[in-house]
């Protein structure tokens, strides 16, 4: 075998490697062999493993040197936007991906990235209007189903989120993405049942990156977090809202026995808040370990 056919051979592998999602062992494979590093395919097998091994300054460090040698190359103006986008440099993604379009104005996938974007940065009117022009441009791509799926639930849209979740996992029943949404929502909801049996379902495939998401159920499951579940559910605001209108509403009554009652109870229910949640994490904590 030549030494260019060997090359071919571990580029290929590493390239197999990068879609069935071993990115480390893509980087062996590249790293196996002195590889031409004028083949802007190396890079960009290089860049998108160190993207998926959550090496995101690496990845983009990758993306920027490869711009050094091909400038205005889209994909990794676009691997770079989505680097930076992780490292939460929206500005520096922003930059990237919006050069990235200058060139390719109508490119889903390139559409698809700024619309991430603008997602993470709480532009929530200006991504639905991106995601808008992807979807005409390439109406059945999943991308653009998962990122419209992240932008509903970025936007409270709970019941559009739980059906854009199961049309994606009508195109794929295991899909990651579309369990862990379903288990989210059911967990907001405090569904525990449902919500376990969706994360349970995704934690199979990624245990690592749900260990938060693990934790929570079992903090919630725990009966001493039942007195919690209001404030989880409806959030602090509007708990405590409820709280002092009950209150103001006994006494104007005039239930004063009541109203002297309603507020022990809800200096009670504050000082729980504050103490017992953090103990029963702690515990938890040292149950893990």
Same mark, same amino acid.
């Given at each position: 075998?030549?030494?260019?056919?060997?090359?071919?051979?571990?580029?290929?592998?590493?390239?197999? /490697?990068?879609?069935?999602?071993?990115?480390?062992?893509? &980087?062996?494979?590249?790293?196996? !062999?002195?590889?031409?590093?004028?083949?802007?395919?190396?890079?960009?097998?290089?860049?998108?493993?160190?993207?998926?091994?959550? +090496?995101?300054?690496?990845?983009?460090?990758?993306?920027?040197?490869?711009?050094?040698? $091909?400038?205005?190359?889209?994909?990794?103006? +676009?691997?770079?936007?989505?680097?930076?986008?992780? +490292?939460? %440099?929206?500005?520096?993604?922003?930059?990237? @991906?919006?050069?990235?379009?200058?060139?390719?104005? #109508?490119?889903?996938? *390139?559409?698809?990235?700024?619309?991430?974007?603008?997602? %993470?940065?709480?532009?929530?009117?200006?991504?639905?209007?991106?995601?808008?022009?992807?979807?005409?441009?390439?109406? #059945?791509?999943?991308?653009?189903? %998962?990122?419209?799926?992240?932008?509903? /639930?970025?936007?409270?849209? #709970?019941?559009?989120?739980?059906? *854009?979740?199961?049309?994606?996992?009508?195109?794929?029943?295991?899909? /990651?993405?579309?369990?862990?949404?379903?288990?989210?929502?059911?967990?907001?909801? &405090?569904?525990?049942?449902?919500?376990?049996? +969706? @994360?349970?379902?995704?934690?199979?495939?990624?245990?690592?990156?749900?260990?938060?998401?693990?934790?929570? &159920?079992?903090?919630?499951?725990?009966?001493?977090? $039942?007195?919690? $579940?209001? @404030?989880?559910?409806?959030?602090?605001?509007?708990?405590?809202?409820?709280?002092?209108?009950? @209150?103001?509403?006994?006494?104007?009554?005039?239930?004063?026995?009541?109203?002297?009652?309603?507020?022990?109870?809800? *200096?009670?229910?504050?000082? /729980?808040? $504050?103490?017992?949640?953090?103990?029963?994490?702690? !515990?938890?904590?040292?149950? #893990?370990?």
């Amino acid at each position: 075998m030549s030494t260019s056919s060997a090359d071919a051979g571990a580029l290929e592998l590493a390239r197999h /490697y990068l879609l069935v999602d071993q990115p480390q062992s893509a &980087l062996d494979a590249l790293a196996a !062999r002195q590889l031409d590093l004028d083949d802007p395919e190396v890079w960009a097998v290089r860049g998108w493993a160190l993207l998926d091994l959550d +090496r995101h300054e690496d990845a983009a460090d990758t993306a920027r040197e490869a711009l050094g040698r $091909w400038p205005d190359d889209v994909d990794f103006l +676009r691997l770079l936007a989505v680097a930076e986008a992780q +490292r939460d %440099r929206l500005a520096e993604a922003e930059d990237a @991906i919006l050069a990235a379009l200058a060139v390719e104005p #109508d490119e889903p996938d *390139l559409l698809a990235t700024y619309a991430d974007v603008l997602t %993470r940065g709480v532009q929530l009117d200006e991504a639905g209007a991106v995601l808008d022009r992807a979807a005409e441009v390439a109406p #059945d791509s999943t991308v653009v189903l %998962r990122l419209r799926l992240n932008l509903a /639930y970025a936007s409270g849209h #709970d019941d559009e989120a739980r059906a *854009l979740a199961h049309e994606l996992l009508q195109h794929d029943a295991d899909d /990651y993405q579309g369990h862990v949404m379903l288990g989210a929502l059911d967990l907001d909801k &405090l569904k525990l049942g449902d919500a376990r049996e +969706r @994360i349970g379902t995704a934690v199979r495939q990624d245990p690592a990156s749900l260990r938060g998401t693990t934790q929570q &159920l079992r903090l919630l499951g725990n009966p001493l977090m $039942w007195p919690m $579940w209001p @404030i989880q559910r409806f959030g602090p605001g509007p708990v405590w809202v409820a709280a002092v209108a009950t @209150i103001f509403g006994l006494g104007a009554a005039g239930l004063g026995t009541a109203q002297a009652v309603a507020v022990v109870v809800w *200096l009670v229910f504050c000082v /729980y808040s $504050w103490t017992v949640p953090a103990l029963v994490e702690r !515990r938890l904590e040292r149950e #893990d370990w």
